[in-house]
């Protein structure tokens, strides 16, 4: 039963979720409501779950005095020391909100700042003229980005329209054909996963894994 519970869980799960969206029924009964409350209970419960065991593990760094130890340490503080003012504080408390928006909006910004290097180089190394649909993908990237600066329209006129142009037609098919690939796996693992060929989210490898 260790490993059938959990598949039955997920199997009789993943039906309640089709019953309730494809089925006048399930709609009447409003399975979908009673389905999102379960699924905000689970993440909480997984939230918990997740703090406890980073806890533990940073405890015994600390303990330790393993390399870093500091950095648990601080991440200890951190994480309990901003759940209790929440705690306390309420989430719309003035210090409660004032350390998400001066440390945590800056900090996340500062990392997608950096992200941007990352893209910039990526882009360097995706442009690189060698084929013709490298050349293809340089010529309407720079067109598109040409067309969404004003230096491009200040240059030319036309830029903004062979942007828009490209955005709407060229590049709503190439996502729209994305889209459709990203749908029919998305189908066929949950019909693996409903099936109980996929199992990999159970500790084994595929079907293979759990014979």
Not at 70 to 94: A, R
Not at 103 to 115: G, P, R, V
Request: proline residues 2%.
């Amino acid at each position: 039963m260790r490993k059938e519970l959990p598949l039955l869980v997920t199997i009789l799960t993943g039906l309640f979720v089709i019953f309730g969206h494809d089925f006048a029924i399930g709609e009447k009964w409003q399975l979908i409501n009673s389905m999102d409350k379960w699924q905000s209970i689970s993440q909480a419960v997984a939230l918990l779950i997740g703090a406890i065991n980073l806890t533990r593990i940073h405890v015994n760094h600390v303990r330790r005095r393993k390399a870093g130890y500091i950095f648990s340490l601080l991440l200890l503080v951190c994480m309990w020391g901003y759940t209790v003012l929440g705690v306390i504080d309420g989430y719309k408390g003035v210090t409660f909100r004032w350390v998400y928006n001066a440390l945590l909006a800056s900090l996340d910004s500062t990392i997608f700042s950096l992200l941007a290097f990352y893209i910039a180089s990526a882009a360097y190394r995706a442009f690189r003229v060698r084929t013709v649909e490298a050349s293809l993908l340089l010529v309407s990237a720079a067109i598109v980005m040409l067309g969404r600066a004003p230096i491009g329209e200040a240059i030319w006129k036309g830029f903004p329209d062979w942007a828009n142009w490209i955005m709407r037609f060229p590049n709503t098919a190439a996502m729209r054909a994305v889209l459709i690939g990203a749908y029919l796996g998305s189908f066929v693992t949950v019909l693996r996963i409903l099936l109980g060929i996929e199992r990999a989210h159970l500790g084994g490898v595929g079907g293979a894994g759990m014979k």
